[in-house]
C-alpha cells in the first residue's frame, strides 16, 4: 500500500495458483499465476527472461511509461507514480525493495514492447484487505484476488508463437474501492529467444487444457 495510507484490517488469505488460456487465433496466449508471492522464476512458458533496466527517474515522479529491455518501452494509458518499496510504497512481497508504479485509478491499460512473446508482473491493492482483480490479454482471463499487506502477485504473460506477438495487458480491479494499485518487477523474454524446440510450451499446453478458462482466485497482501 502507498505509505500515507492505513488500514487495521489484516486479514489472512489462502493462496492458490491456477492457469487459463483461450485461443488467440492460431496462437494461444497463457496467464499464469505461479508462484504467487514468491520471487519470480528464471523463466515464463519456455521463455527466457529478464527484468527491465533499473528505473533511474525520481521517486514520487509521475510518470506514463516505464524503458524496457533492449531499448523499447511499457507504456500506461493512465499517468504513474514511481514509489519504492520501504518509503513511498510500505511493502511488497518476497523481500523486494526496488521501484513500483502506483495506478491512483482502479483500471490500468499496459502498452507491451514491441515483439514481446512473455510478461510477467507483480501487482497489489493500496489498501490492507482483499480486492479482486481481473486481467486480460487478448482474449484470454484471469481473475485474482489480491491483499494488501505485504503479498504483491506474480502474474505471468505469454504466447505460444515465437513468430507472434503480445500487445498489451489490461488490469481492472472489480470490487470495492483499493485506492489504486501497483504494479511492478517487470521482465520481459530476451530478444530472439524461441522455446526450447516447442516442448515446454507443448507440455504446458497439454497440462493447461483441462483448466482453460479457469478463473483463479489468489489471495495476497502487504502492509
Known amino acids: 500500500m502507498h505509505a500515507n495510507l492505513k488500514s487495521n484490517f489484516l486479514p489472512v488469505g489462502l493462496l492458490m495458483t491456477a492457469m487459463a488460456i483461450i485461443p488467440c487465433g492460431a496462437a494461444q496466449i497463457y496467464m499464469v499465476t505461479a508462484p504467487g508471492t514468491a520471487?519470480?522464476?528464471?523463466?515464463?512458458?519456455?521463455?527466457?527472461m529478464q527484468a527491465f533496466p533499473a528505473e533511474i527517474r525520481s521517486e514520487f515522479t509521475m510518470v506514463s511509461d516505464v524503458v524496457?529491455?533492449?531499448?523499447?518501452t511499457l507504456?500506461?494509458?493512465?499517468p504513474v507514480e514511481?514509489?519504492?518499496?520501504?518509503?513511498g510504497w510500505s511493502s511488497w512481497s518476497h523481500g523486494y525493495t526496488g521501484p513500483v508504479y502506483w495506478s491512483m485509478t482502479n483500471a490500468l491499460n499496459l502498452t507491451l514492447p514491441a515483439n514481446t512473446q512473455a510478461f510477467y508482473m507483480y501487482v497489489e491493492p493500496n489498501l490492507r484487505d482483499f480486492f479482486e482483480f481481473e486481467f486480460t490479454s487478448g482474449t484470454t482471463t484471469a481473475i485474482l484476488n489480491i491483499n494488501g499487506n505485504a503479498m504483491a502477485q506474480y502474474i505471468g504473460v505469454y504466447i505460444d508463437d515465437p513468430f507472434a506477438s503480445l500487445t498489451g495487458v489490461s488490469i481492472t480491479q472489480t470490487t470495492a474501492d483499493s485506492d489504486g494499485f501497483a504494479v511492478g518487477e517487470f521482465a520481459t523474454n530476451t530478444n530472439g529467444h524461441v522455446p526450447d524446440g516447442g516442448s515446454s510450451i507443448a507440455l504446458l499446453g497439454l497440462g493447461l487444457?483441462?483448466?482453460a478458462g479457469l478463473r483463479s482466485r489468489l489471495h495476497q497482501a502487504r502492509v
Not at 524496457?68 to 523499447?72: K, V
Not at 507504456?75 to 493512465?78: E, T, V
Request: negative net charge; glycine residues 24%.
Open 209 to 211: 487444457t483441462a483448466v
Open 82 to 87: 514511481i514509489d519504492v518499496v520501504g518509503s
Open 75 to 78: 507504456g500506461f494509458d493512465n
Open 39 to 48: 520471487a519470480p522464476p528464471a523463466t515464463l512458458g519456455g521463455y527466457s
Open 68 to 72: 524496457a529491455l533492449g531499448g523499447g
